[in-house]
């Protein structure tokens, strides 16, 4: 998996700004000048359609200039993954998400594709199926994919949106408590927590935070380490 | 159906009070005097010993004067349930909990005997495995239960710890959005947002709310209702 490009977002909008505006700079330094076209997957958005999901996208990326083409378009979804330059998976339903790329029978393609080192550009929902599984999306489970198992692009579990933040007077778990129930049943995994408005990005064997928050990475039975954008993340794909 | 009896509690404790201290007068209300043992099913805790957490609710049903028994503690898990007088399903985890009920496989003997009349109660996770499905609980895919499919005791979803509060500055789905994405990929389900320090007392064909707050019921394409405890909620059960 040498050959593989990735940039991860926790999300795509941070509160009170447009669209996508956070991620700009990075995803234009991520982005090679030749990649002109890039190959949408909409399949998290529920409730609206993938033409309206995909011009939404498409509005910030044509800002840099790039098109944005969505994989529904396509008569062989598949054939679409293979002729791919870049990939961008949006956020939305995680569940949904996983469901239709099994439907579609992209998986594997992606993972080849990926490892290959077409670039590879998720956020949310598209950043928790870059993960060996889903089992650590906040989302509501409102459809059943065949599996849990996911892309498998990294080594570790995404938990995007993390917060340590608590509504007042409620009683359900706090997202702390949430990753340390999967840890415990999920004993060799680890997640990294990325809180809004940041995101890693992954090339060859190197691992960068862009952001100016700290990421948390638990493991179980280990402290949890806060790590920033100056600490080496290079273990992290080991 | 006619003969089923349950309590579905949206929470087990309000925030600052003491373990299952809000529903107490709605338990008691709800059992019958001879009824002396409750079967506890602690499936859904995770990270602590189901010892650990029977203990814990045993506690306030001995103030009731009952005594509660953890399923773990018996040799044959389904003959505990064809035996039990009362079953409760405590919170934790709602894909744990879904998961152990197969692999012990519960699932069908439980519907069997509550269909029969004997008194069902759950919280929070043990509210939402009694709907048809658990795909509007709030909890993390920790684990992959066979299926999503749950025990279906009453024809509706529950989302128990319903609330319309949001963390400030954070750009996650609401409640409300999640469940209309539910309502979206599941059009002929009803969906009711259960506050906590609130339950329903289910009995034959009626269905009461138990509480001081509004619960909400959403179905595809129709206005949102809010109910309260003064409300004929029977329909619910149609």
């Known amino acids: 998996m040498s050959n593989r490009r990735l940039l991860l977002l926790s999300n795509s909008t941070n509160?009170?700004?447009?669209?996508?505006?956070?991620p700009k700079e990075s995803i234009s330094k991520f982005l090679e000048k030749d990649n002109e076209e890039i190959l949408f997957i909409p399949y998290a958005g529920?409730?609206?359609?993938y033409d309206m999901y995909t011009e939404k996208v498409a509005l910030p990326f044509s800002e840099l200039g790039y098109r944005i083409i969505g994989i529904h378009t396509f008569p062989d979804p598949k054939q679409a993954v293979m002729d791919a330059e870049v990939i961008a998976?949006?956020?939305?339903?995680?569940?949904?998400?996983?469901n239709q790329l099994y439907a579609n029978k992209l998986v594997e393609v992606i993972q080849e594709r990926v490892n290959?080192?077409?670039?590879?550009?998720?956020?949310?929902a598209g950043s928790n199926v870059a993960s060996p599984s889903i089992k650590t999306t906040n989302d509501m489970p409102i459809v059943e994919p065949p599996s849990f198992?996911?892309?498998?692009?990294v080594p570790f579990q995404i938990n995007p949106h993390y917060?340590?933040?608590?509504l007042p007077n409620h009683g359900g778990e706090t997202r702390k408590d949430r990753i340390k129930e999967f840890l415990h049943l999920n004993q060799d995994d680890a997640v990294i927590g990325i809180p809004e408005g940041n995101l890693l990005e992954i090339s060859d064997n190197s691992?960068?935070?862009?952001g100016d928050d700290i990421i948390k990475?638990?493991?179980?039975?280990?402290?949890?380490?806060?790590?920033?954008?100056k600490d080496n993340l290079d273990f992290l794909l080991e």
């Open 89 to 98: 998976v949006g956020g939305g339903n995680t569940f949904e998400l996983l």
């Open 46 to 49: 529920v409730g609206f359609s």
């Open 217 to 229: 990475v638990f493991k179980y039975g280990a402290e949890i380490l806060n790590l920033s954008s």
């Open 207 to 210: 691992c960068k935070l862009r």
């Open 149 to 153: 198992n996911a892309l498998n692009l």
């Open 15 to 22: 509160y009170g700004e447009t669209y996508l505006k956070y």
């Open 163 to 166: 917060t340590e933040a608590q």
């Open 116 to 124: 290959s080192g077409v670039p590879y550009m998720g956020w949310s």
